[in-house]
């Protein structure tokens, strides 16, 4: 984020005033005389700290400012040798340094901040400092309301071949707990542990400690950041603390600036200040100036400013300040008292455990079961195999039968993932209970009715009441993502044969139709067909772990795309999977869910739609029409674009504003299908049926003359 006018001038200020004492402490510290730069009472509690050693009886502060004023310790006084050990002037240091380091930084992450139309605005770094709270600068995420739009996302980093790692993304809850204050630049936000990669407590957490004596004027610390953005950084021992004031520490560097809501930690991995701001070099006319010696604009991001100096906010005035506030929730005293009392799962230890909080998971080749009756192989990539109520004990876990997990999935690690149980292989798992709900609501659909016009009318007056259409087409672009994102209280997984063929997808003679080519199947024989696909996967999962005794995370994301191209589904996502690297919510929103055999699945692929003049020369199948990137469905072509369109109001700058998925001229055809093809009963009675389930609506089955009172490109990233 651009760090504002108004706190840059703050920071200079400070930095101008104690212009004198600072130069004064880097004068002793380049003389080696580092007690002199600190009052001693502070260097003995660092000392009683650091539990190096306790203050010599012989040689208490007192004793050492009284029989030589002004002067530093020699090498051979135990006081000077334990301080000389605090500021490291020895580059040798414990391999497990780094150890702590890394997990340590685990629980730093990257945050998005966008507007409520889902646009990105800037990024920023934020770290967790209790199991659910999060902390960054004010000038990040200074309201609930521009937190409530932003998310935060871990694993942003390249792994040990460079790489980037999947990162995980958590959406913010503000509403839960928000804390912010403008002069210490600091704002705590409660985190979601709703994740489909994995709960938060996977990152662990940093406990924020208000004592005095973590660092010291002299003393070096270390940046865990995600400078403009980019994946995750390290400034290791290159700031050095040059000046200690009331509210914050001032530290500089020759090559590594800090970055907006980043942990300053000390050389035990404790958290001694939040990095907010710095001093910029200017030239004679008072501009600011890039690293390069140029003036400086907005548009270059913060990382480009020449820095003279770095300031953080102190941790233990955060602390202070966040235990006086006076909070009337229950919910929000319960989650400030776990910063300071929360204690780490069972067998789940960190190395420091008075600071940092870790959820560590160890690897291990074979299953274990856990308290869900599920067999869990613990990896870089955790597959997990819900195994259900055998027929017969079995002595050995890898000896029960198994179906295959509905959503195995690639896109990131540590993933749960959940399947059913299954007779041996080749043969429907008749006694599957997800099996048998999934067919039992199919036989409840021929009673039901199917379309409610009364109560759906009763339904979509209720849901967008107080929604105004006099608004313009950005401000109703805005209210309508917020509203879709708001209500999508349920995030079904993806499992079409249980949440899409039995109701929600089901045409009015309670047939399925393929979305692309119209051809009809029985609802029974796509619930079957998929759950045998589900077998038939984790059947040849099974086969892989019992081959090989152990795989790494990139050979099973590989096997488990293999799988699922090879076995696919019969849906279709309107807006593929690729786009949006297979990531949930987006993965099992049912809006844009539809039944389609593999073959038409296959021959679309990822290919964004196009309308072809009839007379072109192009790739004919029933399913449409196709050449290099361009598909034409034979029909749907309404339901598609209404369904895209749903997606870029719920989740803005998913979809990319290229040719490879939707350029301008895409999105005009897309409306052009929508003002051609009328809302159906179809389309209601599954809007109807979604709505049941998921809590939202698509705004453009309910009310189609609102397209053109709607900037659909806002949604385009």
């Known amino acids: 984020m651009i760090i504002s006018q108004e706190l840059l001038r703050e920071t200079e200020e400070r930095y101008e005033q104690r212009e004198e004492p600072r130069e004064e402490n880097v004068q002793k510290i380049e003389a080696g005389k580092v007690l002199e730069a ?67 930084s685990r629980s730093v992450g990257r945050i998005q901040v966008r507007t409520s139309t889902g646009q990105l605005q800037g990024y920023g770094t934020g770290f967790m400092v209790s199991p659910r709270l999060l902390l960054t600068n004010n000038h990040v995420l200074g309201s609930a309301g521009e937190a409530s739009n932003s998310w935060v996302e871990f694993n942003y980093q390249d792994d040990t071949e460079g790489r980037l790692l999947p990162p995980v993304i958590f959406d913010l809850e503000p509403e839960t707990f928000f804390l912010t204050d403008g002069h210490l630049d600091y704002s705590l936000i409660a985190v ?21 004596g973590k660092a010291i004027v002299g003393e070096y610390v270390n940046v865990v950041q ?44 404790e958290a001694v200040a939040l990095h907010h701001s710095g001093v910029p070099r200017k030239d004679e006319q008072g501009r600011i100036l890039t690293r390069e010696g140029t003036p400086w604009t ?15 906010a102190r941790i233990s005035r955060i602390v202070r300040h966040v235990k006086q506030q006076n909070l009337t929730a229950d919910i929000q005293r319960r989650l400030r008292n776990e910063m300071f009392d929360a204690e780490p799962l069972p067998n789940v230890r960190g190395p420091e455990e008075s600071v940092l909080r870790p959820a ?18 613990t990896l870089p990539l955790q597959v ?31 993933t749960s993932i959940g399947v059913e149980p299954s007779s041996d292989r080749g043969e429907m798992p008749h006694d599957s209970q997800e099996l048998r709900e999934a067919l039992s609501e199919l036989e409840e659909a021929r009673s039901r009715t199917y379309y409610d016009e009364q109560k759906d009318h009763r339904d979509r007056e209720a849901y967008y009441e107080g929604l105004s259409e006099s608004l313009d087409e950005n401000h109703l672009f805005e209210r309508l993502s917020g509203l879709l994102r708001q209500t999508h209280s349920n995030q079904p997984r993806y499992q079409p044969s249980k949440y899409v063929y039995p109701w ?98 296959s021959f679309r692929s990822n290919i964004p739609y196009f309308d072809f003049a009839d007379f072109e020369e192009v790739i004919r199948e029933a399913c449409g029409k196709r050449e290099e990137n361009k598909f034409e469905p034979t029909s749907g072509k309404g339901a598609v674009a209404r369904a895209t369109l749903y997606f870029l109001l719920r989740y803005p700058g998913e979809i990319n504003r290229t040719s490879q998925e939707y350029e301008l001229d895409r999105l005009e055809t897309l409306l052009g299908w929508h003002q051609s093809n009328p ?39």
């Open 360 to 377: 560590i998971v160890e690897n291990s080749l074979s299953p274990s079961l856990d308290g869900e009756g599920s067999a869990v192989w």
């Open 226 to 269: 995600h400078p403009n953005g980019e994946p995750k950084q390290l400034a290791l021992r290159e700031n050095q603390i040059v000046d200690e004031l009331e509210d914050f520490l001032h530290y500089q560097t020759d090559t590594a600036p800090g970055s907006s809501g980043s942990p300053v930690f000390n050389d035990q991995w």
């Open 504 to 601: 929600v997808d089901l045409h009015p003679n309670l047939k399925l139709q393929s979305v692309y080519s119209g051809r009809e199947f029985s609802a029974e024989e796509l619930i079957r067909e998929d759950f045998r696909i589900d077998r038939e996967r984790t059947a040849r999962l099974q086969e892989l772990f019992s081959a090989e005794s152990a795989l790494g995370a990139e050979r099973i994301t590989q096997e488990i795309d293999a799988l699922e191209a090879s076995l696919p589904y019969n849906c279709e996502h309107v807006v593929p999977q690729s786009w949006f690297d297979a990531r949930e919510p987006m993965r099992g929103d049912l809006h844009h869910l539809f039944a389609c055999e593999s073959g038409c699945n």
């Open 298 to 312: 907005r548009d270059m991001g913060e990382h480009r400013i020449d820095w003279v100096a770095n300031e953080g």
């Open 679 to 717: 809302v159906t009963d179809y389309e209601r009675h599954r809007n109807m049926a979604i709505f049941e389930q998921q809590g939202n609506r698509n705004p453009l089955i309910d009310f189609p003359e609102w397209e053109p009172k709607i900037e659909f490109h806002l949604g385009l990233g």
């Open 38 to 104: 600190n009052s001693l009472r502070l260097v003995q509690k660092r000392l009683e700290r650091l539990a190096h050693a306790e203050v010599p009886a012989g040689l208490s502060a007192e004793a050492v400012a009284t029989t030589v004023p002004g002067a530093q310790p020699d090498s051979t006084d135990t006081f000077g040798i334990a301080l000389e050990r605090i500021i490291g002037k020895s580059d040798l240091i414990g391999v497990h340094y780094l150890d702590l380091g890394m997990i340590v």
């Open 384 to 414: 997990s195999v819900r195994m259900g109520q055998p027929s017969a004990p079995s002595a050995n876990v890898s000896d029960l039968p198994v179906t295959p997990p509905p959503d195995l999935t690639s896109s990131a690690t540590n």
């Open 192 to 212: 979601s542990d709703n994740a489909h990669d994995g709960g938060i407590l996977q990152f662990g957490w940093n406990r924020l400690i208000e004592e005095q």
